[in-house]
């Protein structure tokens, strides 16, 4: 007789207690995690088309914007980034992306992807761009679409869009934004500063989980869609007219992504339940904080950190005028190794900061402040803990300077 002897079975997960204190993710506010495990509901169950319309209610105030067409992309940010610009760039049109980090270099890749003619400008990592060199570019290039990213975690650059709608509007651009990192902890207004296009995710200042894009569009931006509008044989009905130019994805495509959200409920994908109910949560979070709010909150507990960091005696990379409020690039003191440092606060504190990408790699830790994390005692705590680790590492750094230079900021704050 054989026995077949069956693999164990693995144990369920059970997640280490963490702080999350890197760029993305972070912990997710527990409102958000009870909101998940909340029951499944079918796609055309009245609630739920309730609780979608809910949704695009709530994401039109997170984003400042009256834009009908205000969805949740099923997917991380680069599924909402991937719709946008698939959605908006036929193959051979031109496309704008000002790069300063690396998920500038993701535009250029997902637009390259989608088969526009990509053109670009370059500024150092740390730096941003000034509206006269965008418009210049604009004017050299004459692109239909200006892609750039607003915050780029890679170098904590928060690139200034305010007067940048203003001069797309001039040259008749459509300007789009991947505001991941920056909504709800940095002022975004999508109206008032003329973006067409914005899309976002939620593991960085909205507190929850990755797995969901909310996405806006102006109705500029949808005219553009409807110019290659797609209904799938078999849900098709007379009068649907269909464009022999679609879109070059399904998933992605932002058209029918609107018909499912749209009165027509036009079945594309099955809306993802729980991603739903965890979006609409971290929503009402930053709603009913108020948005000036939790800005505010994310500007004090940066600036806490980036107090705290300069006085335990650490260098700040980049250009600290225009640093994101929920992000700092902290220099990796030369007599230690960055890894054992980010080890050392993972294993002995449980607190995990980041490390960084390309150029800076090896060079700087990023240490986040946003969302559910953006607090006083989460700034000192991870404080208190980077100047043990650095110390334990050989590196001197001044006793409970960077804990007391933080806990002064609090008291100097506004309350
Ligand atoms: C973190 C981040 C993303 C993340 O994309 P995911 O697909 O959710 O991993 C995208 N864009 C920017 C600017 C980010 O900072």
């Not at 680790?389 to 409970?400: E, M, Q, S």
Request: aromatic share 4%; with cysteine; charged share 20%.
């Amino acid at each position: 007789m054989t026995t077949t002897r069956k693999a164990p079975m693995p144990q369920p997960v059970n997640p280490p207690a963490r702080l999350l204190m890197g760029p993305g993710p972070i912990t997710a506010d527990p409102r958000v995690l009870r909101a998940l495990s909340t029951p499944l509901v079918g796609q055309y169950d009245p609630w739920m088309t309730d609780t979608m319309n809910a949704t695009q209610a709530l994401y039109r105030g997170v984003f400042g914007t009256e834009n009908d067409a205000t969805v949740l992309v099923d997917g991380t940010s680069r599924a909402g980034i991937e719709a946008v610009l698939v959605s908006l760039l036929a193959p051979g049109d031109r496309v704008l992306v000002p790069v300063f980090g690396r998920f500038g270099h993701l535009l250029v890749e997902i637009a390259s992807r989608a088969g526009a003619e990509v053109h670009t400008i370059e500024t150092a990592w740390g730096q941003v761009f000034t509206p006269s060199a965008v418009e210049r570019a604009i004017v050299a290039t004459k692109p239909k679409v200006l892609a750039v990213v607003q915050g780029d975690t890679s170098t904590t650059m928060n690139q200034p869009l305010d007067e940048l709608g203003a001069i797309c509007a001039r040259h008749g651009v459509l300007l789009y934004t991947d505001a991941t990192a920056t909504v709800g902890g940095n002022p975004l207004e999508v109206d008032a500063w003329g973006i067409d296009a914005v899309s976002a995710g939620l593991q960085k200042c909205l507190g929850g989980p990755s797995g969901s894009a909310p996405v806006s569009l102006s109705p500029r931006a949808v005219d553009v869609l409807a110019g290659r509008r797609s209904v799938e044989a078999g849900i098709r009905e007379p009068g649907d007219d269909v464009s022999d130019d679609p879109i070059r994805s399904n998933y992605l495509d932002l058209g029918m992504i609107l018909d499912y959200w749209g009165p027509r409920r036009l079945n594309h994908h099955t809306e993802a339940a729980s991603m739903l109910y965890a979006a609409h949560e971290c929503a009402r979070i930053l709603l009913e904080e108020g948005r000036d709010e939790t800005i505010a909150r994310h500007e004090l507990a940066g600036r806490a950190m980036l107090t705290g960091v300069q006085a335990l005696g650490l260098g700040v990379f980049g250009d600290v005028a225009h640093k994101m409020h929920n992000v700092v690039a902290v220099e990796i003191p030369d007599d230690v190794e960055g890894d054992a440092v980010r080890g050392s606060m993972l294993d002995d504190h449980g607190i995990e900061i980041g490390t960084s990408f390309g150029p800076l790699h090896g060079r700087v830790w990023r240490i986040g402040t946003m969302g559910y994390n953006a607090r006083k005692d989460t700034v000192v705590t991870t404080l208190a803990a980077l100047e043990h680790a650095l110390r334990r590492a050989g590196h001197a750094v001044p006793h409970g300077g960077g804990v007391d230079a933080a806990l002064d900021v609090y008291a100097g704050a506004t309350p």
